[in-house]
């Protein structure tokens, strides 16, 4: 019990000296500093690279699998609602405020502390902790310039704030740049092909299209216009007309897939701006779903992106505070919540482990 007071205790005083350390997306030294100090005090050799930090809970094992515990220490910038200073951690009715408190530092300071936990024990997988950079933006300088770095992963448990209910499915994100041509004429005379009306017409089709294929955890892949512009005189028929989709993918398709379904209906020339951010599911017949079976978790779909994306490895996204709370003014989390993925993330790795 002592232990375990000690490991909570440790994880919120580290809670509280990141929210004092802005630590906006690609601006992230100092708390990555505060990361890898934390680790070594705890006697574990650290590594980074860019402002990431990883460690191995004890000497790596190249036999053995491994099992990634991975959140981000990043944050977005504070909005203007703030009533009080984002950067200074208060407590108050069992709550913890600051920027990052609920997205994600309390997330990763249980992760870190349930890491502290199993530093030195015997387990039938490598542990490995990785302090991500640039989540908030799915930067390239974040967990994707890692992948050649680390060895890959059996399972990688992301931590966010999930209520600690466990997404086993993942929407991913598809932005596509839309080009419909025409033909420029004067606007007083018949002449002309107006690229307006005929974008109206792919509008349409977006309008009531349905995608094929349903994902049990997410349904429908969902596709949005969201910026549309042509034309530049008021007299002369536009010959270009340019818009912009939004396309939430679910699990039910890659990015790729769900592109080529889009072309098909469309006139328009399709450019994806990324192909990187992939909608992501547990494989049916993985371990985790014994896990969560044992421990009576809830299993859902996430609609929010998270690291999950650039993991090309099975994952499960899990931790403690509440998504709704990411992004707010005055964010916080509750202690309780913190304690509360302490206990759950060990009780999964414990029972990961008795079940490999």
């Keep these: 019990m002592e232990d375990f007071k000690k490991l909570f205790d440790d994880a919120v005083d580290l809670l509280e000296k990141l929210i ?12 990555g500093d505060l990361i890898e100090k934390f680790l070594k005090e705890k006697g574990v050799e650290t590594h980074s690279s860019g402002n990431n930090i990883w460690a191995f809970a004890t000497e790596y094992n190249p036999v053995l699998p491994t099992v990634w515990l991975n959140s981000h220490h990043d944050t977005v910038k504070p909005n203007s609602g703030y009533t009080k200073d984002p950067f200074t951690p208060i407590v108050a009715d069992g709550k913890l405020f600051g920027l990052g408190s609920n997205d994600a530092g309390g997330p990763l300071v249980a992760l ?15 542990l490995l902790m990785i302090a991500s950079a640039e989540e908030e933006i799915s930067g390239q300088n974040g967990i994707a310039s890692l992948l050649s770095q680390l060895p890959e992963a059996e399972l990688a448990i992301v931590g966010e704030p999930t209520q600690m209910r466990l997404a086993v499915a993942e929407k991913g994100l598809l932005v596509i740049d839309a080009k419909i041509h025409g033909k420029a004429g004067h606007a007083a005379r018949e002449e002309g092909i107006n690229a307006i009306y005929l974008a109206m017409e792919d509008l349409e089709e977006i309008r009531n299209f349905q995608f094929s294929k349903t994902s049990p955890f997410l ?15 008021h007299n002369v028929v536009p010959d270009l007309c340019e818009y912009v989709l939004d396309v939430r993918v ?6 790729e897939g769900a592109l080529e379904e889009l072309q098909d209906i469309l006139k328009a020339e399709l450019t994806p701006r990324s192909l990187r951010l992939q909608s992501s599911h547990l494989p049916n017949d993985h371990l985790m779903y014994r896990v969560a079976d044992e421990l009576d978790l809830e299993t859902f779909g996430s609609p929010t992106l998270s690291d999950q994306a650039l993991i090309p490895y099975p994952s499960v996204k899990i931790g403690p505070g509440d998504s709704a709370r990411s992004h707010t003014a005055d964010e916080y989390i509750y202690l309780e919540e913190i304690k509360a993925g302490i206990q759950g993330y060990i009780s999964i790795i414990n029972h990961y482990a008795a079940l490999s």
């Excluded at 502290?116 to 039938?124: A, Q, R, S, V």
């Excluded at 679910?250 to 990015?255: C, G, H, I, V």
């Design 20 to 31: 004092s350390t802005p630590s906006f997306s690609k601006e992230e030294k100092n708390t």
């Design 112 to 126: 870190l502390a349930t890491f502290c936990h199993f530093i030195g024990k015997e387990l039938p997988f490598n």
């Design 219 to 233: 349904g429908r892949t969902k596709v949005t216009c969201t910026v549309i512009k042509a034309g530049q005189q």
């Design 250 to 255: 679910t699990d039910a398709y890659t990015l």
